[in-house]
């Protein structure tokens, strides 16, 4: 069984992971044996980010790579591909959210949103999708949201894009499962990072609406994350395919706590 999690020889990509989820599913991948790789948009987030990987015992690859820059990702897959072999595993963690009624926000706004958590995600998995095909097979895993599935005020720009990666990982899954490569999403719930911090202040309404609408009654921790991504980075998960695994508390199967 061990055997099945066991992700020892294989070189993961998490995208934009000095902190938050992407950390913290790196963490959980290295324990299961993987070799870590990371990109942030600047040098000194890359240098802090290795710092924090050596601290947590990790000896990460980083460098800096803009993920919605195409020419970076390519040059970025061709260093890790000379230095360990190719990406085995692709998580699209990286994202940006921007809280802006729709009809206040910019055509520009909406764009920087559509192009750091839709284009990059196509980016990146174009990037590494033609050396999987020669080893067949790799894992990548898209980083979904309960905007996937659900709208709401101010997010106009996130939901489109969250809502096109569900779709873009279906069609990664049917384009590219004959080559042993399976493609999946994670959909996490709301969880406790930097990009929600602005909504769970005590007195921000936001925070305890989110816990009503829990069932587990509580905000997610990045920690939650870790064993659903290890699965969908494994062995476990090789018949498993355009799927996307919520893990959210039960917040979609919830119609909310009574008032
Ligand atoms: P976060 O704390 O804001 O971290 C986002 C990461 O993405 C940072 O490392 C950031 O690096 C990086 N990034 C942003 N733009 C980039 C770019 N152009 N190129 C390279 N890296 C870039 O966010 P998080 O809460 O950990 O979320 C991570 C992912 O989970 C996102 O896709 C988010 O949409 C998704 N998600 C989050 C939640 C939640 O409740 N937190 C729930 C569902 C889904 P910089 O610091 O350099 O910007
Ligand atoms: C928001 C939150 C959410 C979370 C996450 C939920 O403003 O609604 O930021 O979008 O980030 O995507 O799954």
């Not at 992971?17 to 290295?30: D, E, K, N, R, W």
């Not at 980083?143 to 894009?161: D, N, P, Q, W």
């Not at 590219?176 to 007195?203: D, H, K, S, V, W």
Request: charged fraction near 20%; proline fraction near 5%.
């Amino acid at each position: 069984m061990r055997n099945l999690f066991d992700l020892t020889g294989k070189t993961a990509w998490i995208t934009g992971a000095s902190y938050g989820i992407g950390f913290s599913i790196a963490q959980g991948l290295a324990a299961a044996g993987a070799a870590i790789v990371f990109n942030d948009i600047n040098q000194s987030l890359v240098d802090s980010g290795i710092e924090a990987y050596k601290e947590a015992g990790i000896d990460a690859y980083g460098a800096v790579c803009d993920v919605t820059d195409e020419p970076q990702v390519q040059a970025f897959v061709a260093a890790v591909a000379e230095k360990f072999g190719g990406v085995d595993i692709l998580v699209n963690n990286a994202g940006i959210i921007k809280r802006i009624p729709m009809t206040e926000m910019s055509a520009e706004d909406f764009r920087k949103v559509i192009d750091v958590d839709l284009n990059a995600p196509f980016i990146c998995a174009k990037a590494v999708i033609p050396r999987m095909i020669e080893k067949r097979g790799g894992k990548i895993i898209n980083i979904c949201s309960m905007m996937s599935e659900l709208g709401r005020e101010t997010v106009s720009a996130y939901a489109a894009a969250k809502g096109g990666l569900k779709m873009l990982t279906r069609n990664i899954a049917s384009e590219y499962g004959e080559f042993n490569i399976q493609c999946n999403g994670l959909g996490p719930g709301y969880i406790e990072t930097p990009q929600t911090a602005p909504l769970r202040t005590p007195e921000h309404p936001f925070n305890k609406f989110i816990i009503s609408k829990t069932p587990a009654a509580r905000w997610g921790t990045t920690d939650d994350l870790v064993g659903p991504a290890v699965f969908l980075s494994s062995p476990a998960s090789d018949f498993v395919n355009g799927h996307v695994l919520y893990v959210d508390g039960g917040i979609l199967a919830y119609i909310g706590k009574q008032p």
